[in-house]
């Protein structure tokens, strides 16, 4: 019997990666994941799964990730911080860094998370370094098959953005973050490491970017959002719209506290991303070219998450 497949992966510190590395070592993939030494997230032992200590500006710490992989899944990124240098030399630069390695190291297939940002670069720096990996993976590719994922808002046990708002959601308030008019897809984060695993398992659509949600189309409104949680919850959830000055300033007094070092996520840029009135993506490229389907619509996933109507999830309480 030959051996399992290695898959070199990054970010497995963090909400998406780990979702990821739990998927695929259950599928049977050996994994051989990269940790940065100063991470919050402790790398957890587990069968299957090897850690190589080290960052996306370690040249030799790269090299042992992905010598020998059979695929790379780098889900390693910057969510928040101040400036577009920030995101970009993690987003950008790393991926040409880290896409550089794996060409030269024959790796034949490379999976990026980029993000639906990356559909709307003008919007934000986050945005702008999430296009430039894409990007940057294109060029520096080779001969290696890649494909970029672009989630929407990802959502699911583990996640410490979206955390806060459906606390306030819990509660019987939703603060409505955009204008009434918007309307954003959604993707559950098991249905996402599902995406990956099927990508690495049947191949499809290499050398582009898909788009991918949790099988609604044309996504959620804001008052989608609130009846799905009423309906759950068995009690009213009334939206607040929170006015976008109010946003504005928020976000400028973190810039400002940006200069102590602290990495903000509600930024200038952010409060660009949070008002743009279109966020709803496509699936069906992706299920064509891969057989990918996703199965947790809104209102599982926020049972499965928070324990909401009645059935206990995995996650904690809002
Ligand atoms: N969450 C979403 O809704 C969403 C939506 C669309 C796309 N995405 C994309 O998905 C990816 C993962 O996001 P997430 O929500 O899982 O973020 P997260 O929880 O903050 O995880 C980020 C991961 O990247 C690692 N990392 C950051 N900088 C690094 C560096 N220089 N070298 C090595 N590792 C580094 C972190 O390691 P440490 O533990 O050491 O910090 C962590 O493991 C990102 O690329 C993001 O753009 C996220």
Redesign the pocket.
């Known amino acids: 019997m030959g051996r399992s497949p290695i898959i070199a992966l990054?970010?497995?510190?963090?909400?998406?990666?780990?979702a990821v590395a739990r998927r695929l070592l259950r599928e049977g993939w050996e994994v051989r994941a990269?940790?940065?030494p100063?991470?919050?997230?402790n790398p957890v032992a587990r069968a299957g799964l090897s850690w190589i200590p080290g960052?996306?500006?370690d040249a030799e710490a790269l090299a042992r990730l992905v010598a020998g992989a059979d695929a790379l899944v780098h889900?390693?990124?910057?969510?928040?911080g101040a400036g577009r240098d920030v995101f970009d030399?993690?987003?950008a630069e790393?991926v040409a860094r880290i896409a550089a390695r794996a060409a030269a190291a024959r790796v034949p297939r490379f999976l990026l998370?980029?993000?639906?940002?990356a559909r709307e670069p003008q919007l934000s720096p986050?945005a702008a370094s999430?296009r430039a990996g894409e990007v940057a993976l294109a060029r520096a590719a080779g001969a290696t098959a890649w494909v970029a994922l672009?989630?929407?808002?990802?959502?699911g046990p583990g996640?410490?953005?979206?955390r806060a708002l459906f606390r306030w959601i819990g509660r019987g308030l939703l603060p409505v973050l955009s204008g009434a008019a918007a309307r954003f897809s959604l993707l559950y984060v098991d249905d996402l490491a599902a995406a990956v695993a099927c990508w690495l398992r049947e191949g499809g659509g290499e050398g582009h970017a898909f788009e991918l949600h949790d099988g609604r189309p044309g996504g959620y409104s804001w008052a989608d959002v609130a009846h799905g949680a009423q309906d759950l919850l068995g009690r009213r959830v009334r939206r607040v719209p929170v006015p976008e000055a109010a946003l504005k300033v928020a976000a400028a007094l973190n810039l400002a506290l940006a200069v102590t070092g602290y990495r903000p996520m509600l930024t200038p840029g952010k409060v660009r991303e949070l008002r743009h009135p279109d966020w709803v993506c496509d699936n069906a490229p992706f299920r064509e070219a891969t057989g990918w389907r996703p199965e947790v619509g809104l209102e599982e996933a926020l049972r499965r998450t928070f324990g909401w109507g009645g059935r206990s999830g995995p996650g904690r309480g809002a």
Do not use: Q
């Open positions: 990054t970010g497995a510190t963090g909400f998406i990666g780990g990269l940790y940065r100063s991470s919050r997230s960052s996306l500006e889900c390693a990124g910057a969510v928040r030399r993690v987003n790393g998370m980029s993000s639906l940002a986050y999430k672009r989630p929407p808002a990802v959502y996640d410490r953005e979206l």
